[in-house]
């Protein structure tokens, strides 16, 4: 049997984009290519981008031009643009860069085996259509393989919402959700696999609306369909807009044991005169309202954010604002950005912040969320809590899981009594920089 061919994926952006990333290297693994960790041995290098920000799209153009010595060196080396910069750029991708052979946009994935049956013939393949089949369809089921206690699960893509500064709208397209059976079905393969944690994904995770028995069903029934599998223990979900927290939805936090305490809701910015520049469509209060509705029904929530800095037109009157709401919230953790100007957006047009303000500021908001999440994780010392064990730690006889509230957590556990997929009760005795430390209840 001839040699198999040697596959590199590199991932950049989301974790939608790790998902996919799997599911692309499941695809070609069906073309007899297995996965490896290093460019320089690869038949076949597959960059998944991501173009939210400039920065990131960038960093796709500088790593093509790593490749240049590689590709002279080895001229059946194929190389592959995929995600969210191929969607944007398409064609451009291969005028600017003359290594590439192919260019496959998010919703062309299915197609993938083909386009690189194309490029090995020595094409230069470009698919970035919005097709109306159903790629998850098309791609099948997945391997059996056994796997890690925890997994990605991609339930619904794209974005209707066009806020100003995002290019999700143009790159993913429009909202879709996948149908309730075929999620169910993933889901109780990953389970079967030896999956014990699914964290449903979604540009607008809380906007599904996935055909069911009975019509369709939204996030919240989904989430109590997939808590009736055996051997899930647990269920979280991201990414979600506040205007789509629906009432059985923030109910589910309350009664769903299996829903994890822990909720990455982005708010952007805490001025009603930005929001409303943004087009986010909700305010500063009544995100603030679906916060404490959320806390009515699950008090010991963790909250998650994404925050820009810098939005055109932002005033320090406005970031106050923002960091006036961070303080109202306390968030266990937060992602934030200055402001990066997307072409094509409606923002990108608009009066720019200049760039010293936009880093004084995010050095500002930044020293405030880090206060927060360390507040909030150093009082998790004494509480006892849910760790899913992933792998062992650093140290030997140390075991590391993930907490209910997503916190790192280290136990010491000299017997090897814990395994990797195990879900026990910790009681926290100590609080590091990044991490809790633990004792087995
Ligand atoms: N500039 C800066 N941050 C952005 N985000 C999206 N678009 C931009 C942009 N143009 C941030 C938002 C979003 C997260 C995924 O990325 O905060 O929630
Ligand atoms: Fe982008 Fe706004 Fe849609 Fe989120 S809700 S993907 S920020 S357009």
Not at 259 to 284: C, E, F, W
Not at 289 to 315: C, K, M, N, Q, Y
Request: aromatic residues 6%; negative net charge; glycine residues 8%.
């Amino acid at each position: 049997m001839a040699d198999p061919k040697k596959l590199f994926v590199k991932t950049y952006g989301c974790q939608m984009n790790v998902y996919d990333s799997e599911r692309m290297s499941e695809a070609l693994a069906g073309e007899g290519y297995v996965a490896t960790d290093t460019a320089e041995d690869a038949d076949l290098i597959l960059l998944n981008t991501c173009h939210i920000r400039e920065k990131a799209a960038e960093k796709v153009y500088s790593e093509l031009g790593r490749y240049k010595e590689l590709k002279a060196a080895r001229p059946d080396l194929r190389i592959g643009v995929a995600g969210c910069v191929a969607q944007a750029e398409g064609e451009e991708i291969l005028r600017r860069q003359p290594l590439v052979d192919l260019v496959v946009g998010p919703q062309s994935y299915h197609r993938l085996p083909d386009l690189v049956g194309q490029a090995r013939g020595g094409a230069r393949a470009v698919d970035t259509d919005f097709p109306e089949e159903d790629k998850f369809a098309r791609m099948g089921s997945r391997p059996k393989a056994a796997r890690g206690p925890t997994a990605f699960l991609t339930v619904q893509e794209g974005c209707d919402k066009f806020c100003a500064f995002c290019v999700v709208p143009y790159t993913r397209g429009a909202e879709m959700s996948r149908p309730v059976a075929q999620v169910m079905s993933e889901a109780r393969d990953l389970v079967e696999r030896g999956v014990r944690e699914i964290t449903l994904l979604g540009q607008n995770v809380n906007a599904y609306h996935g055909a069911g028995p009975g019509g369709d069903w939204s996030l919240a029934r989904l989430i109590r369909g997939l808590a009736e599998i055996d051997g899930l223990e647990r269920i979280r979900f991201t990414t979600s807009h506040p205007n789509d927290m629906d009432d059985d939805l923030i109910a589910a936090h309350g009664d769903c044991d299996k829903l994890m305490p822990y909720l990455h809701l982005p708010v952007q910015a805490g001025s009603d005169r930005i929001l409303k520049r943004m087009n986010r469509n909700h305010t500063a209060d009544s995100y603030l309202r679906v916060i404490e509705r959320l806390r009515a029904a699950r008090p010991d929530l963790h909250l998650s954010g994404d925050f820009i800095v810098g939005f055109p037109e932002e005033t320090e009157a406005d970031f106050q604002a923002t960091l006036d709401l961070i303080a109202a919230v306390e968030y266990g953790s937060a992602f934030s950005f200055k402001y990066s100007t997307r072409p094509g957006t409606p923002a990108a047009e608009r009066d720019q912040v200049p760039e010293d303000v936009k880093a004084e500021r995010l050095q500002r908001l930044q020293a405030l969320l880090s206060r927060q999440q360390r507040a909030l994780q150093d009082a998790m010392v004494g509480r006892e809590v849910g760790v899913l064990f992933e792998k062992p730690g650093r140290m030997p006889g140390q075991m590391v899981g993930k907490s209910d509230y997503l916190h790192a957590v280290h136990v010491a556990d000299a017997q090897g009594t814990v395994a990797p997929g195990d879900l026990r009760r910790v009681r926290i005795t100590a609080s590091g920089p990044n991490s809790l430390t633990g004792a087995l209840v």
